[in-house]
């Protein structure tokens, strides 16, 4: 159809959408499929078989250049696979809508065979005389009916025509001029898509695919997007992804890499593989553009592909990327070990200040990576979560904010959480996984916000909190797994864990002082805490609440090393400044609390 469309003004006839052959659009958009399935396994072939090999074997500035180029040529197949399934999605989002237009119009041509109308090579539709009223003792004369591509911009005249064959003959008419526009319009559409579809000298690969990937996912919406579960439970959109044919996956990662790889249910292998290439694509999108907000998050997501494509160091757990995102603060969950095949599967939502920066690349995945790393120590393999599905407060006074918080933002990433697990429950093949919850900072009242959905948050058996301001509740029965299976640790020297109420921080909010919880650790005598209140709730730590606290170190004192500092709050996840944690919270998430050390709660 390529060339003969052209809009409103196309030459495009009924006789020409009825013959045209989508069997065969659909045959060149399999031949894309295979060029491009070529194109992955030899991706695969460079970034798992050959740069290892390199990497593990060879040292000097020859084997480096060597790294580089092979780099560089697998970047290349990952741009001609992504551009090889936008062809074959827009080769087969185009049969989708011709023969959809086919449709309408041979259901017109069969009425007006059945009616004995002749429909023209116009599209016009003639009509015989017919009807009651007679005309010089004649029945109502017989006409030609022309259609209206576009009925909404013609108002109804309110006239009603005496031979009742005109009406059927106008509505004839009008469905074999709109199917005959609508395919043209399809026609014009996708025929500049195709035409864009090419790599333009000088342009970098990640920008073009973005380019191309944008004006392709927009085409292909009623062909994709719209049968995507968007609104089904994760077990049904694990079932639903499980009834695609091969082919209707490869398009949904090619298309859609972005929906399928943060679409909770989806099996993980599946969701790593749609987020490495939407990495690709956000990175490309990102690097148009100037501003400090997408120049942080661009370095974050290249720190993140970086150290997706170095892969594992010996004893490591391999990552899975199972969310990633430009949106707010930004968004990505890393998986440190298969969470569908793991055993026991671990959680961990940070908390104040965390966004998609150098700071999260670089730090709070390994928190996950370390944990990963213990919890494998004591047996059942174990994969352990990072988690950044949220907007979390951002505040360049750092624990200040804290003191101002509100519960929206834990409200909302409580429900992103809970929806979450229950894709990490439903994807597990275990029967029943063990898992666990862990929140830091403000990422406990998150956890705590998702807890308290009717049912607990699904599929999790231990919920652990860490440097909490509070969780929302105040008791650990309000959790949902029972107060033996909440535990909480709270360094000694940790600020933020005796954050006072919103109706004792009188020294933050009038101001006196430096105010907040600096100004609660200095002047605690001043402040009322007979009812174990902290800024969300009853403290965690306290005996009030009924969680099991477990040892954890001290951390470094507000005031002790020449300046303020609140390290303290920071170090539960580091094997090496707060060994008793780490080992605590990997007990924890490998079944076998009965292990951990306690201490007395507050």
């Not at 298309?255 to 679409?263: C, T």
């Not at 690709?280 to 400090?292: A, V």
């Not at 440190?336 to 671990?346: K, L, T, W």
């Not at 100004?519 to 402040?527: E, I, K, P, Q, S």
């Amino acid at each position: 159809m390529r060339g003969r469309s052209g809009g409103a003004g196309s030459g495009l006839s009924w006789s020409v959408l009825r013959e045209v052959k989508c069997a065969e659009l659909e045959q060149a958009a399999d031949g894309w499929g295979r060029v491009g399935n070529r194109a992955d396994a030899a991706r695969d072939r460079i970034e798992g078989q050959l740069l290892p090999g390199l990497r593990d074997t060879q040292r000097g500035e020859a084997p480096d250049a060597a790294v580089r180029g092979l780099r560089r040529l697998g970047t290349n197949f990952q741009y001609i696979y992504t551009e090889c399934g936008l062809l074959r999605t827009a080769l087969n989002s185009l049969a989708h809508e011709i023969k959809a237009q086919q449709r309408v119009l041979q259901g017109a041509l069969d009425d007006a065979a059945a009616l004995n109308f002749t429909v023209h090579a116009d599209g016009s539709v003639t009509y015989p005389a017919a009807g009651e009223g007679l005309v010089d003792g004649k029945p109502p004369a017989g006409g030609t009916a022309s259609g209206v591509p576009n009925p909404g911009m013609v108002p109804p005249s309110g006239l009603v025509a005496p031979n009742p064959n005109a009406g059927k003959a106008q509505d004839i008419a009008d469905r074999v001029a709109q199917a005959v526009r609508a395919a043209a319009d399809a026609d014009w559409r996708y025929t500049r898509i195709l035409r864009s579809l090419k790599a333009h000298e000088g342009l970098g690969v990640p920008v073009a695919t973005w380019t191309d990937a944008a004006a392709v996912r927009d085409a292909a919406r009623g062909y994709l997007r719209d049968a995507i579960p968007h609104d089904a439970s994760p077990a049904e959109r694990k079932a639903w992804w499980a009834g695609l044919t091969d082919e209707q996956r490869e398009e949904y990662l090619a298309v859609y890499p972005d929906r399928i790889g943060n679409l909770d249910g989806i099996p993980a292998l599946v969701r790593d593989a749609a987020n490495r290439d939407n990495l690709q694509l956000l990175m490309g999108k990102l690097e148009g553009r100037d501003d400090d907000d997408s120049a942080t998050k661009l370095a974050a997501l290249r720190e993140i592909d970086r150290q997706l494509r170095a892969g594992p160091k010996a004893g490591e757990p391999p990552m899975y990327l199972l969310g990633i995102g430009d949106q707010g603060n930004g968004r990505a969950i890393v998986s440190y070990g298969n969470p569908d095949a793991a055993r026991n599967v671990a959680a961990y939502v940070p908390g104040l200040n965390t966004s998609l920066d150098m700071g999260f690349a670089e730090g709070d995945l390994k928190r996950a990576r370390d944990l990963s790393i213990a919890a494998n120590q004591y047996g059942a393999p174990a994969a352990a979560i990072t988690w950044l599905g949220y907007d979390a407060p951002q505040s360049p006074d750092g624990l200040r904010s804290l003191a101002v918080a509100v519960d929206g933002r834990a409200e909302q990433g409580g429900r992103a959480f809970h929806d979450f697990m229950g894709g990490v429950k439903a994807a597990n093949v275990h029967d029943d996984p063990h898992m666990t919850a862990i929140g830091h900072s403000y990422g406990s009242r998150t956890v705590g916000s998702a807890a308290q959905h009717p049912g607990g948050i699904p599929g999790v058996d231990e919920i652990v909190f860490v440097g909490s301001p509070g969780v929302g509740v105040d008791s650990a029965d309000e959790l949902g797994v029972g107060r033996d299976h909440v535990f909480v640790g709270a360094a000694a020297n940790d600020v933020v864990t005796k954050l006072p109420s919103k109706a004792e921080s009188v020294l933050g909010v009038a101001g006196v002082g430096f105010g907040g919880p600096a100004a609660a650790y200095a002047f605690g005598d001043l402040v009322d805490r007979r009812d174990d209140d902290v800024w969300f709730g009853r403290d965690p730590a306290s005996e009030a609440f009924g969680a099991r606290r477990f040892e954890v170190g001290d951390g470094p004192p507000l005031i002790g090393r020449g300046k303020p500092t609140i390290d303290a709050h920071s170090e539960y996840f580091d094997p090496e400044l707060d060994k008793a944690s780490v080992d605590n919270m990997a007990l924890i998430a490998a079944g076998r609390s009965h292990k951990i050390k306690t201490e007395d709660a507050r």
